[in-house]
């Protein structure tokens, strides 16, 4: 008798569901906060840009050139943000893989944000493309370019996203109050997880492997056959650094979303996560060795690039390797967040020393984007913010199942 | 298509039944059988007068060049210019190179094109198709010879590049730039045939020409070979090209792609099945 | 030869990558028949209840009491008695949701349904064994295994200021007749198996007797609502003494 009432109860929601999604699309909270003050203008002006590159050409907004036709859209937008995205897949294998239980708190928000960065930045990859309106060739099977990385690595970002969707799918499913879909989308996700991750071993490493053509062009001390391998190695801790970085930003900004006993559970993953950092890192730098002797490059390490190649291993490794291993023996969370923001940097920097800084390092003139592509980046980045906000502040991401279970529970108990 | 195939006959009749035994046990799709035209560009012979850019442009609809070869001054090609000639001053007097696509044997820019739109013919040349091309400029990053040109300034862009005049071959023609020559300083036929010739040019005047032949090895073999009376890096010649095609590069991650694809699934369902099955490995300890 | 025809090395691609997509979904159907029941001899059937009631005995701790419709109570020192769901019932279900119908501050008799485990919308109702008041739930009850050695710890629903404590825990049972009894209750529910599936057309032995290991646990979690309707008769309600 308590199923009827639930059942009765339930098809009155759906018939309010359509009310309840529009009445969560209105904005919730203050509108002027210092956020909001520095992105909206920052947005409009990267859509008027936006919309000049449609309408110009690409060589209206950018310094991209014949001899660099790839910049910082691709540089960043593409290849370090999906770097950053990598921690979705890390923490699916933690959790769902290994059984990692402790984990699963974070699970939610970093496959999340795994989804929105590679819907955003991936499709950064729209903006550059001069033809965009062909980009369903290699969609719909009219010209499958088999032979290419870039045709591997585009279907991968579409492939991701649908297994991500899937990961998260039981949240929204949960927020809508759709029981039975919750069940299904759930019982799918282990199989979204290892597809994820093959996938994300694959697209990982090909985004590296796109410039293994370009072997005239990159540095030498970077340009190796093994960028593939490194692509993915780091792209581990690159990862997991930025659900450091982001969950303590998270945790913060949206502290009513989470309980106090979720906050001191939350300090303990970091630790958790600066470990495998470090050792995702120690491997990483003797692979570097590694292949600086496989390269036989060290007589280039006295040049100035050499010099620049060493501050990005010391400074921006090996230093947030120490300061990863010391802050987990001395407790110290700080540490913690100071080595994941280090490794962030240095992701950054190996990114475009292949792709931008190191990319044709001997040609007179050199790439240097425009304050347009900064914007356009920003931009990007900013709106994808704004979305991951409205997802957290409505969908059960932070908070766990409780959440959800009330009104059920509620149910019964007025049924009773 | 009736050239291919007359060429194909012709080649046929001359090098006999033996060839055709060895072709038909090689016999596999990847394989071509049609031989791969080719263009021979022997920069003794070549006067620096242009009339190849201008034929060039005239077959392209492409506005006639506006400056000219200047000894040292590298003139590269453009969206707008698909051949230049350039005048190096070297220890053998002014000596003139035209540039264009190698139509390389294995093209990076084909292997790179996520669309087929950069594509390798049979035939020889490397061309560009307009409706499959999505200007994501991949074959710009991978060209060793950055050839292809990215109409940077329209909303609705090409990649330029020299096609051999395929359109023209197609019609039984040769290249514009070959048949406007003067000085018959640009021959076409197949690859074959001009490696041939070029050795039969070294052999018959050794004094006159640098014994080498460039595009015979670089890049995995190109469909332009030059010859010169100087070492090729005296008129702006990349020798540090790497012999074998650059498609090899991305080589070992494409073949390993499909072994991951199998082997990680498997693999991950294996550590999923060990790790959230508590009950049969707590039995297994009890055993 | 190859350096006067055209020769494309990823001339395969395309068709490898059409055998990767037939493998993935391949993989699904595979290994979902791979780690199917299969048909097994009696013998290490036997033996794995046999495990199975061995480790459930074992894990009983001093001083839990079992009611005979299969919940528990423990008192502890500070005067409130844990009161649980026993995991012979969670060994039949496999993992379950609990519904909980009571909140902090309800009174409670003994014998009141105090919770319902829900599985995939079948359900199993659960009695209390004593008497109180309630003041604490646990919502953490359901994430606690069956087989994990904190279960008593863990894995009790509520927390009861029990009101009639000495007189209700005298019809439970504890130590040595606790250990038998639930051995008893392993005999009878492989005869439960056997007679009901048979009754409703299921093959007994695709169930219950799994790989192995001690995978008579979870054999109901495959079974429709009507079995567990008998199980409810059966192993709950009918073990019902006042």
Known sequence: MSQIETVASAEAQADSRWRFLLSELKPKGKIFTPFNIVSVPIIILGLIIIFIRFWKGLGAVTNLSQTVPWGLWIGFDVVTGVAFAGGAYVLTFMVYVLNLKKYEPIVRVTVLNGFLAYLFYAGALLLDLGRPWNVINPIIGNSFGTSSVLFLVAW???????????????????????????????????????????????????????????????????????????????????????????????????????????????????????????????AYLFLKLLILVHEQQWALLSTGFGAWYLLEIVGFVILPMILFISSIKQHNLVLSKIAAVLTLVGIILNRLNITVIGFHWDAAVRYVPTWMEIVVTLAIIFIEIWVFRWVILRMPVLSKLSKYRKPLTHQINEAE | MSINRRNFLKTLGVTGTSIIGARSLSASPSVSTVEMKAVLIDTTRCMGCQSCEYACAEANDLPEPEDYPEVDVNRATTTEQLTVVNGYDTSEGEIYVKKQCFHCNQPACDAACLTKAMHKTDDGPVIWREEKCMGCRYCMVSCPFEVPKFEYDSPVP???????????????????????????AIAFGTRRELLTEARRRISESPDQYYNYIYGEKEAGGTGVLYLASVPFEEVGFDTTVQKESYPEKTKGFLYSVPSIFVLWPMMLLGLYKSTNDKESEDTGDQA | MEDFVHVNIFATKGIEYLVVIAF??????????????????????????????????????????????HSWTFLEPSGSARVGVDNFLLAATGPVNYSELRNTGDKITRG???????????????????????????????????????????????????????????????????????????????????????????????????????????????????????????????????
């Open chain 2, 158 to 184: 090409s990649i330029r590049k020299c096609t051999m005049c395929y359109d023209r071959q197609q019609e039984g023609e040769i290249p514009a730039c070959v048949e406007n020559c003067p000085n018959e």
């Open chain 3, 112 to 242: 009141d349904v105090i919770s319902v485990l829900e599985k995939e919308g079948k359900q199993l109702k659960v009695y209390s064994p004593i008497s109180g008041t309630i003041e604490r739930s646990n919502r953490k009850a359901s994430n606690v295994n069956s087989s994990d050695s904190e279960f008593y710890d863990q894995g009790w629903l509520y927390k009861v200021r029990p009101t009639n404590w000495k007189q209700e825990v005298g019809r439970l049972l504890f130590a040595r007749k606790a250990e038998e009894w639930i051995k008893a209750e392993f005999d009878r529910l492989k005869d439960f198996f056997a007679f009901s599936t048979g009754k409703y057309g299921y093959n007994p032995e695709m169930v219950i007797l799994q790989d192995g290991g001690a995978l008579a646990e979870q054999a109901l979690d495959q079974f429709p609502a009507e079995i567990w309707v008998e199980f409810q008769a059966e192993f709950i309600d009918a073990n019902k003494v006042d």
């Open chain 1, 156 to 282: 991968h970002f579409m492939l991701y996203m649908l297994a991500t969707l899937i990961e998260f799918s039981p949240a929204v499913a949960e927020w809508l109050g759709m029981e039975r879909a919750r069940r299904i989308l759930k019982g799918m996700t282990i199989g979204a997880v290892i597809f994820g991750i093959t996938l994300s071993t694959l697209h990982q490493s090909g985004l590296g492997a796109l410039y293994l053509m370009a072997v005239d062009k990159i540095h030498p001390l970077w340009y190796t056959e093994f960028i593939p391998i490194l692509f993915f190695v780091s792209s581990i801790f690159a990862g997991l650094s930025m659900v450091i970085f982001e969950g303590s930003i998270t945790y913060r900004v949206f502290s009513e979303k989470v309980s106090d006993k979720d906050h001191k559970h939350h300090d303990k993953l970091i630790f958790g996560m600066a470990k495998v950092c470090a050792g995702a890192m120690f």
């Open chain 3, 24 to 69: 993935l979904l391949a993989i699904i159907p595979f290994w979902r028949y791979l780690n199917s029941p299969g048909r097994l001899t009696a013998s290490p059937v036997v033996s794995s209840i046999q495990d199975a009631i061995q480790k459930m005995v074992g894990s009983i701790p001093k001083g839990v009491f079992l009611d005979p419709t």
